[in-house]
């Protein structure tokens, strides 16, 4: 979507390494797959929902120079609006379960309210992330993310599940990150074409003027 919208330009270095964290996470992550129609279709629907959510927000903050913050608090509202109305809706088409037949106990309530606490915390540290970077350099640490959950989990809970194929995705893609950290930082490893463009044809004369 960024190449596509924001005529954003990857070097192949920072492509490569994109593929390499791919692969290392899919590794360590994916060890039985049963794919249904259901299933397909909610996970193309979270996918397509992820990728255009983060794309605008980025587009958003810089079209309208809104901060973070600003961003957070006219997008939660409706985000939390869709949720209230359709979650309910797709909890029952996935499991045939209703929430109101659900058993809440003062422990469920508390967990519930305190995800929700933390999930206000996790979208503004990404509005934050996406502002500074870029989408995809979000994915990119958000499976760094996916890498140090398990790690705590093998070193706090035991290393049950902890085997060759799980190590090896784990360096993986450890490796990847740290390639595409070195790649998109280089010139030309990450940038807007027309920002590039720009800076192509300042002469020597403008760019003096620009700095007095």
């Known amino acids: 979507m960024e190449v596509l919208f924001e005529n954003f330009r990857y070097s192949r270095d920072t492509k490569l390494s994109i ?60 985000q939390a609006a869709s949720l209230l109305i359709l979650g309910p809706f797709v909890d029952f088409w996935l499991t045939r379960n209703r929430i109101d037949t659900f058993h809440y106990t003062s422990t469920v309530t508390f967990f519930i309210v305190l995800s929700c606490v933390i999930s206000v915390g996790t979208n503004l540290s990404q509005f934050i992330c996406i502002g500074r970077f870029t989408a995809v350099t979000f ?34 893609a450890i490796v990847g990150m740290i390639w595409y950290s070195s790649a998109s930082s280089k010139p030309g490893g990450k940038e807007r074409q027309g920002l590039a463009s720009e800076k192509a044809q300042k002469s020597p004369q403008s760019e003096l003027d620009d700095k007095v």
């Not at 129609?37 to 587009?59: K, R, S």
């Not at 070193?155 to 090896?168: D, P, Q, R, S, Y």
């Open 19 to 78: 593929v390499v964290v791919l692969v290392g996470v899919g590794v360590c992550t994916v060890s039985d797959v049963s794919v249904n129609a259901q299933g397909l279709v909610a996970a193309v629907i979270a996918v397509c929902g992820t990728a255009l959510q983060q794309h605008y927000v980025n587009y958003l903050q810089r079209k309208y120079s809104l901060n973070s913050l600003k961003l957070l608090g006219h997008t939660a509202p409706a």
């Open 139 to 172: 994915q990119v640490i958000g499976h760094m993310k996916t890498i140090l959950v398990l790690t705590l989990g093998f070193l706090l809970f035991g290393k049950e599940g902890l085997n060759f194929h799980v190590a090896f995705g784990m360096i993986l």
